[in-house]
């Protein structure tokens, strides 16, 4: 379970609204993704249900990465679990920080995804039933 320090409890008994950001449900997947797991994050979004927490869930929707149908099923499975869920977004996928990560001299791990549209967006809304 997701260990949290005596002074995040105390701020989160003052928090009326969390925005959480799911990287992606599988945790593989968000491994391979952004290089860590996703374990922490289900744990935390557990625990703000547990303590009655409103709650916004938030993904980027990108192409190929986090739109897989069975995936977002699951994703939907995940979100009905927690009934302090207020909102679902749906962020589409952009490329508009690429030369940043360029002008550092990074790797750009997304550099032939296609930016998310609206059929994508309205297409991963019907699977989590959020229209």
């Not at 916004?56 to 190929?64: A, D, T």
């Not at 302090?84 to 920080?97: C, F, I």
Request: charged share 35%.
């Amino acid at each position: 379970m997701v260990s949290l320090t005596d002074d995040i409890k105390k701020l989160l008994s003052l928090t009326d609204l969390i925005l959480l950001d799911i990287k992606h449900i599988d945790e593989e997947k968000c491994k391979k993704l952004v290089g860590f797991s996703n374990k922490l994050e289900l744990e935390f979004a557990d625990y703000l249900k547990k303590m009655h927490i409103a709650i916004w869930i938030r993904q980027v929707l990108i192409p190929g990465y986090t739109d897989d149908k069975q995936d977002l099923l699951k994703l939907r499975d995940f979100i009905s679990r927690l009934d302090t869920v207020q909102k679902v977004e749906l962020l589409p996928y952009h490329d508009m920080g690429k030369f940043k990560w360029k002008k550092l001299g990074f790797d750009y791990s997304l550099e032939n995804v296609r930016n998310a549209n609206s059929d994508d967006i309205e297409r991963a809304k019907k699977i989590l039933e959020i229209i």
